[in-house]
């Protein structure tokens, strides 16, 4: 059990290795939350999340689950689900906090303004950072977007109106750069005065946010660069189309070390190929 900011936090992992390999894993490398076992994979098999890519019948694998994390809130309902098609990749630490604290994630990265001259319906403030001290190969993190549209206006939501330019994010290519889909928050409906015509808008303080992780040919640091894209209107004049570009540098961290190896670094958990082996003859009996 773990707290932040006066609200209690429980963090537990779950696998289907056995109890003492997990008791094995946690001394190696000093873990301090919880990890459950369910060598039958009940537990996982409810979630729905049985790696069904393994066959059952030959390989030791076999009751795995696909690599990701819940949020549950104190009801038992899930709020937020992160899985990747990397199973190498797992959800930042800020991403989690945010997720469960319903907060935005606090960058460490210096923000890069991106805004346009004062207008009217053009006065929206616009910075961008990362959420997260670096990048690393195995840890994803958001690089956000954090707009401020003034009171009376709007910029339009995707998909825009036709002839409408819809507000995004647009990352210039980076060498050993990975990104995922733009997280968009939820639109709302608008229905311009004096017509029946109604389209989807963000009003006041809203983010846009695009998942990153990097790959090996990422080395020291990467610079983050690309455009902000937006359209702010009220309801009686339409600005035009506005581009603002935005530079982050960030730098490269290294991931962490294997997980099997010893908290040292100096070679495997000394009961892993035990732990292995056992797991081995279980599904075998199985």
């Keep these: 059990m773990k707290e932040f900011d006066a609200q209690n936090i429980a963090v537990y992992a779950l696998s289907y290795d056995e109890a003492d390999a997990l008791r094995d894993f946690r ?22 999340i049985l790696n069904t890519l393994i066959d059952a019948d030959d390989h030791p694998w076999y009751g795995i689950p696909y690599p990701g994390t819940y949020v549950v809130s104190a009801d038992g309902d899930i709020t937020h689900k992160f899985f990747d098609n990397n199973l ?29 001259e004062p207008d009217l319906v053009q006065d929206v ?4 950072q990362l959420a997260g001290p670096s990048l690393t190969p195995t840890v994803q993190r958001d690089l956000i977007a954090l707009f401020r549209v003034p009171d009376g206006s709007h910029v339009y939501a995707s998909p825009a109106p036709q ?7 647009i990352l210039d290519p980076c060498e050993g750069l990975v990104q995922r889909p733009t997280i968009r928050p939820q639109a709302q409906s608008h229905k311009l005065a004096g ?17 990153l992780t990097v790959n090996s040919a990422a080395r020291g640091e990467v610079t983050l660069s690309g455009q902000v894209v937006w359209q702010a209107c009220d309801d009686e004049v339409c600005g035009i189309p506005v581009r603002q570009r935005f ?40």
Excluded: C
């Excluded at 959800?91 to 604290?101: F, I, K």
């Excluded at 960058?107 to 346009?116: D, K, L, R, T």
């Excluded at 002839?163 to 994010?169: E, N």
């Design 27 to 48: 001394d190696a490398h000093d873990i301090s939350y919880t990890l459950l076992s369910d060598p039958p994979s009940d537990v996982i098999k409810t979630f729905g």
């Design 88 to 116: 190498a990749v797992r959800a930042g630490p800020e991403q989690l906090l945010n997720a469960v604290l319903g907060r935005a994630a606090i960058g460490h990265s210096e923000p890069a303004a991106a805004h346009s």
């Design 125 to 128: 403030e616009v910075s961008v």
């Design 163 to 169: 002839g409408s330019i819809a507000v995004d994010v």
């Design 195 to 211: 017509t029946d015509e109604v389209f989807d808008v963000h009003h006041h303080i809203f983010e846009l946010r695009i998942p």
């Design 247 to 286: 530079e982050v540098t960030v730098p490269v961290s290294a991931s962490p070390h294997f997980a099997l190896g010893s908290k040292d670094s100096k070679g495997l958990e000394p009961n892993a190929m035990t732990h292995f082996m056992k797991m081995s003859q279980r599904r075998k009996k199985d």
